[in-house]
């Protein structure tokens, strides 16, 4: 399987990014996916996920009402919409795939992570 994570960068303090997540090697669209966040000293975050058809998500508390998580199963990807960013979003991100539609906030899939992208928020 492989996960391949884009889209971070250095954004300022209220602005926006979008991260992609491109999944193959597993039947993408049977599976809930999910967004990791790890900052050093910290333990890895689950910040959202999704269901495997896209019809139900579940967010972080810090997270809500500024991140969207969506997939397109064709294109066998997975987003993150980040807005109104804060300095605290500030991690390495990586996607995953859940374990079953039942349990959003269950354990992960792949117990490898891939190289996630660093996403800086700083003015």
């Known amino acids: 399987f492989q996960l391949v994570v884009t889209g971070g960068g250095l954004v300022q303090p209220g602005g926006s990014l979008r991260l992609s997540c491109a999944a193959s090697g597993f039947p993408f669209g049977g599976y809930p996916m999910s967004w990791y966040r790890h900052t050093p000293g910290k333990e890895r975050e689950l910040v959202a996920s999704?269901?495997?058809?896209?019809?139900?998500?579940r967010y972080t508390e810090s997270v809500k009402g500024r991140f969207t998580i969506y997939r397109d199963n064709a294109n066998k990807r997975v987003y993150l919409q980040m807005n109104s960013l804060k300095p605290e979003d500030t991690a390495v991100y990586y996607c995953?795939?859940?374990?079953?539609?039942?349990?959003?906030?269950?354990?992960?899939?792949?117990?490898?992570w891939g190289q996630g992208t660093q996403v800086t928020v700083s003015s």
């Open positions: 995953n795939a859940g374990l079953t539609d039942y349990d959003l906030w269950g354990p992960p899939h792949f117990r490898s």
């Open positions: 999704i269901s495997s058809t896209g019809g139900a998500t």
